[in-house]
């Protein structure tokens, strides 16, 4: 697949890198986390923000989750968006994905409060989706300690944090909590079969079907039949019904393996009567999000979901 010219020589760049490490099979989950931590620094630093960010947690049943909360300027109470990261459920934290949420506190005007929920391998399945809900609901009730306005909220991630998101949604809906958006950047949606894009895009760039079963086999741990693969909390396009779910903003990418998967959510909540904003950025792959400082994409991007964000909250 043909990337836009910006994009195509960074991936040249970064796929140098890539290769000197041992196979994806003989990879640990620490050995991942850290090249994932080195990537996020070459990927550069968000913007200062006056209103201040700092470092907290949320009490739960599993132990505290720790957040980290990011402050537009103002008294507030403003706005917010719990933010979920990416990293297939193996890798990422609140330092992977700080640019990304700086700059949507910024150019929304939002709160945003980036979580930093249990991974696996240590913690399988469904322990991401207890600590995601968890922290929502916590925010939900309690979320004015903080300066936030209860009443607009928001939940959004990228690729395994964009599943989590939806999953929430759905919890969020049955549970009367009232969500202003969904906001699900190439979310992962659907293990219950492979889509084209699996074929078309096996190989990336960036992300590959192989790196892709191996976050599976780990998020998964022995779960690994059908049954897991069709639970609505890991394949939340299996949910018995998507009526009256938050509003969606969802952006995929066409060099990405997850890109038919986040279209046909797109038009499953669509066909469900939700509003759904969908944009594929042609010629991009996985990661795009984190690209800001990289291509025009990756400024599109973000541009798209802090305006998504804006708009929802009125």
Request: glycine content about 10%; charged content about 20%.
């Amino acid at each position: 697949m043909k990337l836009q010219p910006d994009t195509q020589a960074f991936v040249e760049m970064i796929e140098v890198a890539r290769n000197d490490g041992p196979p994806v099979s003989d990879q640990t989950p620490e050995f991942a986390r850290d090249r994932y931590q080195a990537l996020a620094h070459v990927l550069g630093k968000g913007p200062d923000l006056p209103g201040g960010v700092n470092d907290s947690e949320i009490p739960s049943q599993n132990g505290p989750i720790p957040i980290r909360i990011y402050r537009p300027l103002g008294e507030g109470p403003h706005p917010a968006l719990i933010f979920y990261h990416g990293g297939g459920f193996v890798i990422g934290d609140l330092n992977t994905h700080d640019k990304e949420c700086r700059l949507l506190c910024a150019k929304a005007g939002c709160i945003v409060v980036a979580v930093d929920y249990r991974l696996a391998p240590e913690s399988p399945f469904p322990a991401a989706v207890e600590d995601a809900w968890a922290a929502l609901e916590w925010i939900a009730s309690e979320g004015s300690k903080l300066g936030i306005d209860t009443t607009r909220l928001a939940v959004g991630g990228d690729s395994a944090g964009g599943n989590l998101s939806a999953v929430v949604a759905l919890m969020a809906r049955d549970a009367s909590l009232d969500l202003k958006l969904q906001m699900l950047v190439y979310p992962a949606t659907d293990a219950s079969k492979y889509y084209e894009s699996f074929s078309e895009n096996k190989d990336g760039p960036l992300l590959t079907v192989e790196v892709i079963e191996w976050f599976w086999s780990h998020y998964l741990g022995k779960a690994t039949g059908d049954e897991v693969r069709n639970d609505w909390r890991f394949s939340p396009a299996k949910a018995a019904s998507h009526n009256g779910v938050a509003p969606s903003y969802i952006a995929t990418c066409s060099a990405d393996p997850l890109r038919d998967e986040g279209n046909a959510y797109a038009a499953q909540l669509s066909e469900a009567g939700v509003n759904v904003q969908h944009s594929m950025f042609e010629g991009q792959p996985h990661i795009l999000f984190q690209l800001f400082n990289i291509c025009e994409g990756g400024k599109d991007l973000i541009d798209e979901c802090a305006a998504a964000l804006d708009k929802a909250f009125g």
